[in-house]
């Protein structure tokens, strides 16, 4: 470990006066996950997170791009959320944005602020939405683009209905499934303190809950939890 240490920081030192290398990547091919480089102004999808069952080439394009797709949409959208909008496309810290967009953007943010403040994480504690604004954002931004480029790539070929579920249920269904998971009480509560995304529950109920597709593909009445009358719509 001492001398990975070691070389790593020779590597990074040695980086100094050089051109940047657009062409690195900051995590390992193997690694279950995605990001987003303001600086770099890239999005990087390592192979280990393009594998079933988040991406399944055998699988036809309502799942793949309602989970794949939303993610690759999430790190997208990360570019223009409170942190990336402020680096302009050249990666450099420089606000392009007009003062009307600004303000009409941090409006409709404190939309889901609110949305998000609702929601309990375990016994009293509530989802700190400020802090897991921008990640909020990415999944509402990121799943609105998955869905315009999946009604593009099925328009000409409108698929049938499979296992039961309608193309537009199994697009919602491919996208919660990325989010299953089990926590405990405690954990929950360290990352309500910590952590910028919100528990995975909210991730998918919280997100589709601003989505009239999703109330329309699940018969869901207008109040219900997940179809409230009034929806955050940022992009
Ligand atoms: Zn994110």
């Not at 394009?61 to 990336?84: C, V, W």
Request: glycine share 8%; proline share 6%.
């Amino acid at each position: 470990m001492l001398r990975a240490s070691s070389f790593e920081q020779k590597r990074q030192l040695a980086k100094i006066r050089k051109p940047v290398d657009r062409g690195e990547w900051v995590t390992t091919p193997q690694t279950v996950n995605a990001y987003y480089d303001a600086p770099m102004n890239d999005i990087t999808f390592p192979a280990g997170i393009l594998q079933s069952p988040l991406f399944d080439p055998a699988m036809d394009d309502a799942p793949n791009y309602g989970n794949t797709g939303g993610t690759i949409g999430h790190e997208l959208t990360h570019g223009f959320d409170g942190e990336g909008r402020q680096y302009d496309a050249k990666g450099n810290l420089k606000n392009w944005w007009s003062k009307k967009d600004e303000q009409a953007f941090n409006e409709r943010t404190q939309c889901l602020i609110d949305q998000y403040a609702q929601y309990t994480v375990v016994d009293d504690i509530k989802i700190n939405s400020k802090l897991t604004l921008g990640e909020d954002l990415a999944d509402l931004g990121g799943l609105v683009l998955a869905l315009v480029a999946w009604k593009a790539a099925i328009a000409d070929n409108p698929p049938p209905d499979r296992d039961g579920y309608t193309p537009m249920q199994r697009f919602f269904i491919g996208m919660a499934q990325w989010g299953c998971e089990n926590s405990r009480a405690e954990d929950l509560r360290v990352r309500a303190a910590t952590d910028t995304h919100s528990p995975n529950k909210y991730r998918v109920n919280g997100l589709v809950a601003n989505f009239p597709e999703f109330e329309q593909a699940f018969a869901c009445k207008p109040g219900q939890a997940m179809a409230p009358v009034k929806r955050c719509k940022v992009w």
